[in-house]
């Protein structure tokens, strides 16, 4: 499951499985390309559209110094983290027939100290419109009731260069079982500026990460009062497993 880091600079590396990554500007730009030799390859340019929106720095996240109750989130599995909306431009080659790479998505790292079993009930998500807006959102997820999601612990909204703390946030999600059908989001910014979206899976599929850790991975079509944008949602929400993690 985890391959050896290569000696040398980990600014410019590369691994056995055919990933390399070189940082051509640091914690913002970077170059990824991989070739599993399998008929999959990549080869796409990341460039960071904002600084690192740090979850701990209370000048950034106005959520920063706030207790939720099971938030498992800010001192344990993301005790150091941020998170950062990017543009990737590239290509993406499948089974021979090259694809053209040019969407906006998130980047993220996660550092210092972490137990692997503080990773249940949340979710990680993020929706890049097409008029330069980028939402990204940690939701709690209630195990007792998986269709909705409470409460808000970080996140921030994105408008072009300036972006925006999250201070309060809600949503509601139809499930097929665990996986997602659709979203009605609602979050507050610290202008007091509330953004209501709605989202449709284009596809959701159960991602074991880690053993005894499950994931329902969606890939989404987000509408804004007919503003369409695209991101990806991953939440922990199946208790049966993941509360196994104690």
Wanted: charged content about 25%; overall charge negative; proline content about 4%.
């Amino acid at each position: 499951m985890f391959l050896p880091m290569p000696k040398g600079n980990l600014d410019d590396y590369e691994l056995e499985n055919g990933l390399a990554i070189k940082c051509t500007k640091p914690v913002m730009d970077y170059l990824i390309r991989y070739d599993g030799g399998e008929g999959v390859s990549l080869d796409v340019k990341y460039e960071g559209l904002m600084a690192p929106y740090d979850i701990h720095d209370p000048d950034m996240d106005p959520l920063a110094g706030v207790n939720h109750t099971d938030d498992v989130i800010s001192e344990n599995a993301y005790a150091g983290h941020w998170d950062q909306s990017g543009r990737v431009t590239g290509t993406l080659t499948i089974n021979g027939k090259t694809h053209k790479v040019d969407c906006v998505a998130s980047m993220d790292h996660s550092w210092g100290l972490r137990d692997e079993k503080q990773l249940k009930n949340f979710c990680w998500m993020n929706a890049n419109f097409e008029n330069d807006m980028s939402i990204h959102c940690l939701y709690l997820v209630d195990p007792e009731n998986i269709d909705a999601y409470p409460a808000i612990v970080h996140g921030y909204v994105r408008e072009g260069d300036q972006v925006y703390g999250l201070k309060r946030g809600t949503g509601k999600i139809r499930r097929n079982g665990y996986l997602h059908q659709f979203f009605e989001l609602e979050v507050e910014d610290v202008r007091g500026k509330v953004h209501q979206f709605t989202g449709t899976p284009m596809t959701s599929n159960p991602w074991m990460a880690w053993p005894l850790m499950y994931l329902v991975q969606s890939l989404c079509r987000w509408d804004m009062q007919g503003v369409i944008g695209w991101g990806e949602v991953q939440d922990l929400c199946k208790e049966t497993v993941n509360d196994k993690l104690k």
